[in-house]
């Protein structure tokens, strides 16, 4: 599985969302259109999160873009050109690689929360099923100090000390 470096002061956070199948359509003969959607679920808890990236495994894609409708409802707008996923789109060795597309690449006009048409291509004529799997969005938020690893303040060890020696003489009376 892919994993993103840590950083710090920063988490990584599971966006939750809806990654339907891949529709497949025939363009032409023989050339297929793939697309599917990308949607955000409404979760209280990670609504406020802003999108970091998006991780996925390639199977056999060499290239995606991505895309949303407008506000209107009208024409998708472009949000990723075409990221290329394989150099060589005849060749295997790139296939299955785990890929990322960090938020700082999609364009200024992007909408989070808003869903995403992923649009895949293959130009090579050797692949009949390409795909992608394992679509996660991750969100990043700042770090919360764990409770479990916080230092107790000074003060309070020295009430912990103080509890200690009155129990310890209570017992050292009641031994004598």
């Not at 060795?93 to 990322?100: D, K, L, V």
Request: proline fraction near 5%; glycine fraction near 4%; include cysteine.
């Amino acid at each position: 599985m892919f994993q993103l470096t840590e950083k710090d002061d920063v988490e990584y956070v599971d966006i939750p969302i809806f990654s339907a199948p891949p529709v497949r359509r025939e363009v032409s003969k023989g050339i297929n259109s793939v697309y599917f959607d990308i949607t955000f679920l409404d979760n209280v808890a990670s609504n406020h999160i802003p999108l970091h990236a998006i991780v996925f495994q390639n199977y056999y894609t060499s290239a995606v873009s991505l895309s949303q409708n407008t506000t209107d409802g009208n024409n998708p707008v472009t949000v990723l050109e075409s990221k290329i996923l394989m150099e060589n789109p005849c060749c295997e060795r790139e296939g299955n690689n785990w890929q990322i597309i960090h938020a700082s690449e999609l364009k200024s006009h992007f909408t989070d929360r808003k869903t995403i048409r992923v649009n895949l291509y293959q130009s090579s004529g050797i692949w009949n099923n390409y795909d992608i799997r394992n679509v996660k969005v991750v969100g990043t938020q700042t770090k919360k100090a764990s409770k479990s690893s916080a230092i107790p303040p000074a003060h309070a060890i020295t009430k912990v000390n103080t509890f200690l020696k009155l129990d310890m003489s209570i017992l050292k009376g009641i031994n004598a």
